[in-house]
Each structure stands twice: as C-alpha cells, then as structure tokens.
C-alpha cells in the first residue's frame, strides 16, 4: 500500500471515530458501516487486507494494550470461564460450524468446511474490549470476555493450520493436530515465561522515560516474534508477557507510566480505529469471484452460517457455566450461583472481527498440486457476513439486551468507597513516614515547607471523600468538580501571563517551555485527582 492511502485510512478512521464518540452507535460499527459506503465510491484505493501485515503488525500490539489494561489478578479468578471458553468453545465452534457448513452447503468439502469453522471461531479481542467499555458490563463478565479475547486467537490459528493441512492433503491427523496445539500454546507460554523477567528488568533499570518507552512499543513485536520463530504462539507468547508487564508496572518510574498510558492510548485508537474500517473495506474484494454463488444462495448461506455461529455459542456457554457446578461441590461452595443473565449476555457477545478476515485471506488459492483451493471466495465470503453480522446485530442490540434484562453494572458506590478507603491507609503510612524523615535533622525544613507537603496528603485522602458530597444546587457541581474548575481557570491565568510575557521578550521560548510544562503537570494532577 502506497504512503497516501495509508495516511487517508488513518487519518479517515481516527476522524470517523471520533465522531462516534459524540453519538450513542458504539465506534466500532460506525466504522465498519463507513468502510461499507465507501468501498464503492470512485478512486479509493484498493485497501486488500493483507494477513503478512494484520497478525504480525497489528495483532501484537492490539493484544498487548489490551492485555496490560486487563487484570492478571481478575482473569486468575476467572481462570476455568476463560479456559473453556478460549479454547473449548473455539475448538467446538471449529467442528459445529465446519459440520453445519459441510451440510447446508453442497459440494463443500469437509475438510474446507473446517477451515471456514476455524476462521470464524473467535470473537475479536479489539470488538469485545469495545463494546464492554462502552456498554458497562458487570466487571466479572468483562474480565471473562477480556480473558477469551486474548487467549482465543491462539487456538483458533492452530486449528485454523491443522484443518488447512488437512485440506491441501499433508496428511493431518488428530494426534498430528493435538500435537501442533500443545505445541504452540505451550511453547507460546514458554516463551512469554522465559521474556517476561528480562523484560521487565531492562525496563526498570533504563533511566531514560524515551528509552523506556521506546522499549514499550518494541515489546510485542518482540515476544511474538520469537515465539512464531519456534513455531510457538505468539499470541499467547504477547499476552504472557503484557499481563506481567501490566501488573508490575508500578515498578517503573513516574514519567514513564505517564508516557506510556498517552503512548499506548493514542496506538490503540489509530490501531483500532484502523482496523474496523479495513473490515468494511474489504467488500469489494469479498464479492469479486463468487462465481456460482452470487445473489440469494450466497445470501442463504451466510444467513445460515451467521445463525449457527451464534447459536453455537449458547450451546457451549450455557453447558460450560453450570455443569462444572453440578460436578464439584467445591465450586459450589467457593462461587455465587449464578443466573442465567450472565451467561445469556456472555453468549451474545460473541462479535468477530479482523483476525477472523486476516486468516480467512490467508487461505492459499492454490494446493500443491496446482488445483484451486476448493471454495475459497465462499469461505471468505462467509468470514466477512459472518463478521458484519455479529458487529452490527450482535453490537447494536447488546446495549438495549443488557437494559432489558436489567443487569446490574459496575458499582460506582462501591468503588469509590474502597478507593477513599485504600487513599486514606496509603495516605496514613505515608505522613508516619514523612513524620520519621522530619525527625532526621538531615531533612530539616521550613514549617510553611513542611505543612505544604501534609497538605498535599491532606487534599489526597480528602479528594476521593468529596466525590461521594453533596451537589451545589446552583451549578450542580460536586466540591471536587468545582475544585477542578477553579483549578483550571487560575492555570489558565498563569499560563496566559508566561504567554504575553514571551511575546513581550521578557523570557524566552526555552523558560516558557519550561513554565508550561510545570503547569501542564499542575493541571494534570488536579484532573486526575477526580478522574481516576
């Protein structure tokens, strides 16, 4: 792809996005919906997805960002949801769908058939992390969803190579293919294991927030790298090492967490945003060579795919959340009993998304012997409805569903009554440990510098508090949301000053630089006091 196109899919996507933040259509579908309307508009450029650029360039980097933004402490307690899932549900929905495609399509081989049910088994890490953000699932279905999300892809990959090889005529068999699984996922956690600590260590001994971050960016690319070159999994080897990287981030120092949360952020946005117009791009490119399957056949059978993709999901889910009760009294005991509204909505969740379309488009057109691949352009026309479909209807409707079964959310109350109290514990130890330093004659200071520093502790612990105050009647501001303001408007002053005093030469552009950035980080502690 030439630099223009490139640039105008960024830039397109990131503008499109945007916008849908200002609308109650989640960005995703938006996205996709005007990559759809666009693909037909004269002289834009054939954006072809290619999987040599999608599952090396940009899978890594998606499911790391996700990965570190996930709890490992979360996805440990929800260890067996996430295991059936991400590798029980994808291997069932390989052989349900691959069956059900081999019957309700005549003259598909089995063998393809498979290949379609592997490439359309796992939900998409970038759509189920989405629409989970936007729709605010409890937090246990969000982490169940997070957890397949990043683990599903490794073993739909794996299957997607064992049923290709059984298609192109190598010779796979179940032993071969069992063999090839075990082998990738464990050699992908080897992997993430044996990167993870040296990782870490140079992250935590660069001294520099640029090297350091720059070392951030290089990260996934690195673990997947290795792990595809010992025909591992790179997936499960990116995800090992992020969920460790994540959850010992608060070893590195301050400036590099602020960096990196603005780096990672901006590479998610671009990335995802990316990523869901290429869907809608790849119309064109889908519809070209059907051949014999044009028009309400073809339409049949992504109807008929679609609707067993979906089914296929309940079929697993609801099995897979209550016999593990039934069989283990000690789950009964350790675990709450769940109703069937979760598992309901964790079976409707089940969009797919571009990792789906890159395997699908790497399905080789020719066999070693030289014949076709048999019905290639069906197996990614397929893929594609089957991706939209879930998207839009899956997507659209989860909101209204969650609403109507009146699922309880997350629980702002709660949460902000455990943060106050974690702020005031952290905040006690630490005016004890500022009382020892001021003991040492060494640490002297001026008691106007001392009480500055107990006021600083002062309006920490009493921040959180405020959130849970009362509302001023006239403005309808929280005294937090009012702090904040007065806050900002007295920054903006100081800043307007150093301006007028730059432009009158009175300091130069280097100090005003130096007087922002001092202010920037005035006003960024004064936001996050109330938005994190």
Same mark, same amino acid.
């Given at each position: 792809? !030439?630099?223009?196109?490139?640039?105008?899919?960024?830039?397109?996507?990131? %503008? $499109?996005?945007?916008?849908?933040?200002?609308?109650?259509?989640?960005?995703?579908?938006?996205?996709?919906?005007?990559?759809?309307?666009?693909?037909? &508009?004269?002289?834009?450029?054939?954006?072809?997805?290619?999987?040599?650029?999608?599952?090396?360039?940009?899978?890594?980097?998606?499911?790391?960002?996700?990965?570190?933004?996930?709890?490992?402490?979360?996805?440990?307690?929800?260890?067996?949801?996430?295991?059936?899932?991400?590798?029980?549900?994808?291997?069932?929905?390989?052989?349900?769908?691959?069956?059900?495609?081999?019957?309700?399509?005549?003259? #598909?081989? &089995?063998?393809?058939?498979?290949?379609?049910?592997?490439?359309?088994?796992?939900?998409?890490?970038? +759509?189920?992390?989405?629409?989970?953000?936007?729709?605010? #699932?409890?937090?246990?279905?969000?982490?169940?969803?997070?957890?397949?999300?990043?683990?599903?892809?490794?073993?739909?990959?794996?299957?997607?190579?064992?049923?290709?090889?059984?298609?192109?005529?190598?010779?796979?068999?179940?032993?071969?293919?069992?063999?090839?699984?075990?082998?990738?996922?464990?050699?992908?956690?080897?992997?993430?294991? $044996?990167?993870?600590?040296?990782? !870490?260590?140079?992250?935590?001994?660069?001294?520099?927030?640029?090297?350091?971050?720059?070392?951030?960016?290089?990260?996934?690319?690195?673990?997947?790298?290795? +792990?595809?070159?010992?025909?591992?999994?790179?997936?499960?080897?990116? $995800?090992?090492?992020?969920?460790?990287?994540?959850?010992?981030?608060?070893?590195?120092?301050?400036?590099?967490?602020?960096?990196?949360? +603005?780096?990672?952020?901006?590479?998610?946005?671009?990335?995802?945003?990316?990523?869901?117009?290429?869907?809608?791009?790849?119309?064109? $490119?889908?519809?070209?060579?059907?051949?014999?399957?044009?028009?309400?056949?073809?339409?049949?059978?992504?109807?008929?795919?679609?609707?067993?993709?979906?089914?296929?999901?309940?079929?697993?889910?609801?099995?897979?959340?209550?016999?593990?009760?039934?069989?283990?009294?000690?789950?009964?005991?350790?675990?709450?009993?769940?109703?069937?509204?979760?598992?309901?909505?964790?079976?409707?969740?089940?969009? @797919?998304?571009?990792?789906?379309?890159?395997?699908?488009?790497?399905?080789?057109?020719?066999?070693?012997?030289?014949?076709?691949?048999?019905?290639?352009?069906?197996?990614?026309?397929?893929?594609?409805?089957?991706?939209?479909?879930?998207?839009?209807?899956?997507?659209?409707?989860?909101?209204?569903?969650?609403?109507?079964?009146?699922?309880?959310? @997350?629980?702002?109350?709660?949460?902000?009554? %455990?943060?106050?109290?974690?702020?005031?514990?952290?905040?006690?130890?630490?005016?004890?440990?500022?009382?020892?330093?001021?003991?040492?004659?060494?640490?002297?200071?001026?008691?106007?510098?001392?009480?500055?520093?107990?006021?600083?502790?002062?309006?920490?612990?009493?921040?959180?508090?405020?959130?849970?105050?009362?509302?001023?009647?006239?403005?309808?501001?929280?005294?937090?949301?009012?702090?904040?303001?007065?806050?900002?408007?007295?920054?903006?002053?100081?800043?307007?000053?150093?301006?007028?005093?730059?432009?009158?030469?009175?300091?130069?552009?280097?100090?005003?630089?130096?007087?922002?950035?001092? #202010?920037?980080?005035?006003?960024?502690?004064?936001?996050?006091?109330?938005?994190?």
């Amino acid at each position: 792809m !030439h630099v223009l196109p490139l640039l105008l899919l960024v830039a397109g996507s990131a %503008a $499109v996005a945007g916008a849908a933040r200002r609308t109650p259509v989640p960005a995703p579908l938006l996205l996709v919906a005007v990559g759809l309307v666009i693909a037909y &508009l004269p002289g834009v450029p054939d954006y072809r997805l290619d999987p040599e650029v999608v599952l090396p360039l940009l899978l890594p980097p998606l499911l790391y960002t996700a990965a570190t933004d996930s709890s490992y402490l979360d996805l440990r307690a929800q260890l067996r949801p996430v295991a059936l899932l991400s590798v029980g549900y994808v291997l069932f929905a390989t052989l349900a769908v691959g069956w059900a495609a081999y019957l309700i399509v005549p003259g #598909l081989p &089995l063998t393809a058939a498979l290949v379609l049910g592997a490439v359309v088994a796992p939900p998409d890490a970038v +759509a189920a992390t989405a629409v989970a953000r936007r729709v605010g #699932l409890p937090s246990h279905i969000t982490t169940i969803l997070q957890g397949e999300s990043l683990v599903n892809d490794a073993t739909a990959i794996t299957a997607y190579k064992v049923a290709l090889a059984a298609a192109i005529g190598e010779g796979a068999t179940w032993a071969g293919g069992i063999g090839e699984f075990l082998l990738a996922a464990v050699g992908g956690v080897v992997v993430g294991l $044996v990167l993870m600590m040296p990782i !870490h260590w140079l992250r935590t001994h660069l001294n520099e927030a640029l090297l350091q971050n720059t070392l951030s960016l290089l990260i996934p690319f690195v673990a997947y790298g290795v +792990a595809e070159q010992v025909h591992a999994s790179g997936v499960l080897a990116v $995800v090992v090492v992020a969920l460790y990287v994540g959850h010992r981030s608060w070893e590195v120092d301050f400036a590099t967490r602020l960096q990196e949360e +603005a780096v990672w952020k901006m590479v998610a946005f671009v990335l995802e945003s990316a990523v869901f117009a290429l869907i809608g791009l790849q119309l064109p $490119v889908v519809l070209e060579g059907l051949g014999e399957y044009q028009g309400a056949r073809a339409a049949w059978y992504a109807v008929a795919v679609f609707v067993v993709v979906v089914a296929a999901r309940f079929v697993w889910v609801y099995p897979a959340t209550f016999l593990p009760r039934l069989l283990s009294s000690r789950i009964r005991e350790r675990e709450k009993n769940p109703t069937w509204k979760g598992p309901f909505i964790i079976g409707w969740a089940g969009m @797919r998304g571009v990792v789906s379309l890159a395997i699908a488009f790497s399905v080789p057109v020719t066999l070693h012997n030289g014949a076709d691949f048999p019905d290639r352009n069906l197996v990614l026309f397929l893929t594609f409805t089957t991706v939209i479909g879930t998207l839009v209807v899956q997507g659209l409707t989860l909101p209204p569903l969650i609403r109507l079964l009146k699922l309880p959310g @997350r629980d702002q109350q709660a949460e902000t009554l %455990a943060e106050a109290n974690a702020q005031a514990q952290a905040s006690r130890i630490a005016e004890q440990r500022l009382d020892e330093l001021l003991d040492d004659e060494r640490n002297t200071l001026p008691p106007p510098l001392a009480d500055r520093l107990r006021a600083v502790l002062e309006r920490r612990r009493n921040a959180v508090w405020e959130r849970l105050g009362s509302v001023n009647p006239t403005t309808g501001e929280t005294v937090d949301d009012t702090y904040r303001r007065l806050s900002r408007e007295m920054i903006g002053a100081e800043r307007a000053v150093f301006v007028r005093l730059r432009d009158g030469r009175h300091i130069d552009d280097e100090m005003l630089r130096t007087l922002l950035r001092r #202010l920037d980080l005035e006003e960024a502690a004064a936001y996050r006091e109330v938005a994190t």
